[in-house]
């Protein structure tokens, strides 16, 4: 009888203290209600895995493609301080159609650079503005070893002919290159800020 009066005793205890806490979550709604939906939404946001099983398949793409760039364009940038990440993966994204050309694929160009790279060379097509109209042409471009000596190369080039030093504003920067003549398309600084605004490519710059 005593352990069957113990165990009676405790299932109360138990169940008092839940009671307890759920008046505590109801009546204090505006601070514990609040702390675990945070708690919540906190580990959701750190979880990249969680995020991505609600994009299509082109925006998980889209995503690898910006990371793929984005990592090395950091480490590089905290290195030389030259080209900001930003402008690099915005560049990429245009210049590459995320990573789907052909001068991207077979030679490491993600930027359209021309010429050669330590004597490595390949004849592209390629659209260029001339007199204001879009045509297409058919040019050397550099071939690359890896993407990061593709991006050391890029920043080399942009800093000494593009790019004033100490340029940490992206939208000066995107400015510069076309006033500069990086590119033949009279948009290409409003679009490289809409693409580095509407993906927050700024958030590398940061790092």
């Known amino acids: 009888m005593a352990k069957k009066r113990r165990r009676k005793k405790s299932n109360q205890q138990g169940t008092a203290t839940l ?3 759920l008046v505590l979550l109801v009546i204090g709604g505006g601070f514990g209600g609040k702390y675990l939906m945070n708690r919540v939404f906190d580990h959701q946001s750190t979880q990249p895995t969680t995020q991505t099983e609600t ?3 082109e925006q998980k793409r889209q995503r690898k493609f910006i990371y793929k760039m984005a990592k090395p364009a950091v480490q590089v940038y905290k290195k030389n301080h030259q080209v900001l990440p930003s ?4 560049q990429a994204i245009i210049e590459s159609n995320w990573g789907q050309s052909q001068l991207f694929q077979q030679a490491d160009n993600p930027f359209g650079m021309k010429g050669s790279y330590n004597g490595n060379t390949k004849l592209f097509p390629t659209k260029e503005y001339v007199n204001g109209k879009e045509v297409t042409i058919n040019a050397y471009f550099r071939v690359y070893p890896s993407l990061a000596a593709a991006i050391l190369d890029h920043d080399a080039v942009v800093s000494q ?3 004033p030093s100490g340029t940490t504003n992206y939208r000066t920067a995107a400015k510069y290159l076309q006033t500069n003549g ?3 398309d009279p948009n290409y600084a409003d679009k490289l800020i809409n693409v580095i605004s509407g993906y927050n490519l700024a958030r590398f710059d940061e790092e």
Do not use: D, K
């Open 182 to 184: 990086y590119a033949t």
């Open 161 to 163: 002919q593009f790019l």
């Open 19 to 21: 009671i307890f806490v």
């Open 87 to 90: 402008i690099v993966v915005a």
């Open 55 to 57: 994009l299509s398949p």
